[in-house]
């Protein structure tokens, strides 16, 4: 009894402690949204010198929900990438086609604060290897899908830097792509169109400052199963983004994805780009 009313009192002298500034941030939910459209283009008439038309754009949205409470805060971020190249009279490749949803409730705590997230990743549309001939078609919308439920320890003392790490549920979800991405090679006779794994998700963001209008912004997520602790899923998302003025910028975009049910290399993309950003609030 004792114990049960010291723990009472203490609860309620923090929520005193914290009372008396009134942050006028709390209870409210802040949106953000953020467009930006990355087009590079050139185009020949009569040219002497040999070359051919080329057109690509990259179309991204950036849109989140964050509500701030006195013990709890929740966040949701949905990012979505879309591009496409032209070279000449051939068809347009696909560049960019990722959709990811992130959310993420957190306690009280005042070094490190319980969270429990979900996490949503999937292609927007169609993709293919277009290194085959004919080309191949590789992905569709959740073909394949993943899904991860975390619950663990947050760490946040800046704005610069924040971590987490828990215990993880990873749903993998594939139809006509089921060979590729979700079967399991043991079961000879089946092929299995749906992976379940348990095991241990660690996120970390980086927002970094570099000078007055260049912003680095990093996340790196690392996954390993119970049942593989010596084999790691990585993805390092990095983007230097250089602003020249209030709607144009420079991007420099570097992407490596380590999985090895998709791939036993490791799969890097980079990018530079010059594009129009809007903000919408």
Known sequence: MKNSLSFLFLFLSIGLLNGKDIDSTLNKWKPSLITSLNVSQVAFDNWTK???????????????????????????????????????SAEPNITANSLYNESVLKGFGFIFKPYISNLIRTPITNGFDYKKTPKEHIVALFDPGYVTQSIGLAYKRTDIFQSRLGFALEESFADK????????SKTLNEVETFKFESGIESIT???????????????LRL?????????????????????VNSWLN????????????????????????????????
Do not use: C, P
């Open 50 to 88: 040999g070359g051919e038309s080329a057109l690509s754009y990259t179309f991204k949205i950036d849109w989140g929900m964050n509500y701030k409470a006195t013990t709890w805060s929740f966040k949701n971020q949905f990012k979505g990438a879309l591009g496409h190249s032209k070279t000449g």
């Open 177 to 184: 792509f089921a060979s590729r991405y979700t079967d399991d």
């Open 205 to 219: 963001d980086v927002k970094y400052e570099v000078f007055e209008n260049i912003l680095y912004k990093g996340k």
């Open 223 to 243: 996954f390993s199963g119970f049942d593989r602790l010596d084999v790691w899923d990585v993805a390092w998302d990095n983007s230097l983004t250089a602003k």
């Open 250 to 281: 420079v991007n420099v975009t570097y992407l490596l994805i380590h999985k090895t049910s998709e791939s036993l290399k490791t799969q890097a993309k980079e990018g530079i780009q010059i594009g129009v950003i809007y903000s919408f609030f």
